[in-house]
């Protein structure tokens, strides 16, 4: 079963535009992942955000992490059309081993 | 290229037969998992080795599908008596975590799609 979930499940806007993405998740966390997968490629990994943390930055994204809402959100800034394709977030809890993926969001990015 | 690599990237298969695919890992990786993918869904966790030894078994990794990593390099995974259920994209991922409890990134490779007739 996924432990995230992802909204909206999809999202349509045009370059230049900021792209949010929320995740909410049902257990204890160690830590959360936001991951990027083009069309019937591999994930790529994006920002890792710890449970300790409740913000952080890297490039055009901006993480949020809030551990009492069991939510994190994702900002894309000034979305570019290079920028569409699925955005997963994925969960490690404090004890297991494995990372447990959302269902994604679809950005297009319409240029 | 993340340096994960999967062999085949696509696989077609008759119901029935056996099929079976390779992940070789970042070298210095001494974690590798297996996910497995349908359209419009996340990945969901299949298995995973530290070195050679298989730690956790998902549900999901019925008795007709097994993995490997004999030499804690490059891993297979076999399914047996293929299902039209098993079509799915096979994802292999790696990872070096600094702190063996806790997870780090994961290196994905671009995954075998598989079809199942």
């Known amino acids: 079963s996924q432990q995230g979930e992802e909204d909206p499940q999809a999202l349509s806007i045009q370059e230049g535009e900021n792209a949010t993405m929320n995740c909410s998740y049902k257990t204890s966390i160690n830590n959360l992942q936001w991951y990027r997968q083009n069309s019937g490629r591999g994930l790529v990994h994006l920002i890792l955000?710890?449970?300790?943390?409740r913000e952080k930055h890297s490039g055009r994204l901006r993480v949020t992490l809030d551990t009492s809402k069991k939510s994190s959100s994702l900002l894309i800034t000034a979305s570019r059309a290079a920028d569409t394709a699925s955005y997963f977030c994925a969960t490690a809890t404090t004890s297991g081993s494995r990372l447990t993926f959302g269902e994604g969001t679809q950005l297009t990015v319409n240029p | 290229d993340t340096g994960v690599s999967q062999d085949p990237r696509h696989k077609i298969t008759k119901r029935g037969q056996n099929v079976t695919f390779r992940c070789d890992p970042i070298?210095?990786?001494?974690?590798l998992y297996w996910y497995r993918q349908t359209l419009g869904q996340g990945p969901e966790f299949l298995t995973y080795f530290q070195n050679e030894a298989q730690l956790e078994k998902s549900r999901l990794l019925s008795d007709r599908f097994s993995a490997e990593r004999p030499k804690g390099s490059f891993s297979t995974l076999e399914i047996q008596r293929t299902e039209q259920g098993d079509s799915a994209m096979y994802l292999c991922a790696s990872s070096s975590p600094e702190r063996a409890s806790t997870n780090e990134k994961l290196f994905f490779g671009s995954g075998t799609q598989l079809s199942v007739l």
């Open positions: 955000i710890r449970s300790n943390e």
């Open positions: 070298s210095e990786h001494n974690r």
